[in-house]
């Protein structure tokens, strides 16, 4: 089974504060993903990657950067959390299957962030 | 722009059939069903590509009709196991054919199952 591992299931920062979700999958998937979930609002994309050094802006990237220095490894950045950014974040992957219908997502656990 | 699930909450007993629904203002490549228990990550229920397809999994089964960019999750029988919050995700893709599997989520739709 592919799995998506995040370092950190719950964090609790102070505003201002430099904050790194991590994120790493095991089987040699193309594409990763960071996703935002928020009561009500479901899953908003943040930013995607689809190669080494590669990035795309998703739908909320304001706040927030990405780096992709090793295919496995996928890491969010908030470079000055605020309050607003209390959420869970979703780390998920995908094979890179251009239109075969079969792009599915595999999430990780989820991180908890609280910005006080 | 996010697609539209309705309803936001479903509560069932068991044995129960349920239906929740996904429309999208776009047009749409594949519609993907996703369910999340509590504290848990989001798990893969079906795709369905544009053609109309039907797709079933055990007694939950979906339908995608492209003209309309609708698509429905049917839930018949209801078991407790069937607790959590449904997620549709529409794909679409870009220019050159590609979409990476980039899917934009609905808001999602709690469904409750009581003994």
């Known amino acids: 089974d592919v799995k998506v591992t995040q370092s950190s299931r719950y964090l609790v920062k102070r505003t201002g504060e430099k904050v790194f979700l991590e994120c790493v999958q095991d089987?040699?998937?193309?594409?990763m993903f960071w996703y935002r979930q928020d009561p009500g609002l479901g899953l908003r994309l943040i930013y995607f990657?689809?190669?080494?050094?590669?990035?795309e802006k998703g739908d909320i990237p304001e706040g927030y950067s990405v780096s992709r220095e090793k295919k496995e490894r996928f890491s969010l950045i908030l470079e000055s959390a605020s309050t607003n950014q209390t959420s869970m974040y979703l780390c998920?992957?995908?094979?890179?299957?251009?239109?075969?219908?079969?792009?599915?997502?595999?999430f990780g656990a989820g991180s908890r962030l609280t910005v006080l | 722009q996010q697609p539209v699930q309705s309803p936001q909450a479903v509560i069932l007993r068991e044995g129960e059939d349920a239906v929740i629904n996904c429309s999208s203002s776009?047009?749409?490549?594949?519609v993907h069903w996703y369910r999340q228990k509590h504290g848990e990550a989001p798990v893969f229920l079906m795709i369905?590509?544009?053609?109309?397809e039907q797709k079933g999994h055990e007694k939950i089964s979906a339908s995608f009709n492209e003209k309309k960019q609708q698509s429905s999750l049917y839930l018949t029988a209801s078991q407790l196991s069937y607790s959590g919050t449904y997620f549709c995700?529409?794909?679409?893709?870009?220019?050159?054919?590609?979409?990476?599997?980039?899917?934009?989520f609905g808001q999602g739709t709690i469904l409750t199952v009581h003994p």
């Open positions: 998920a992957s995908t094979l890179n299957r251009v239109g075969s219908g079969a792009n599915v997502l595999t």
């Open positions: 089987m040699d998937h193309e594409n």
């Open positions: 990657s689809y190669d080494v050094k590669m990035k």
């Open positions: 776009k047009a749409l490549y594949s």
């Open positions: 369905l590509l544009k053609g109309g």
């Open positions: 995700g529409t794909e679409r893709l870009d220019r050159g054919g590609t979409s990476y599997g980039k899917l934009t």
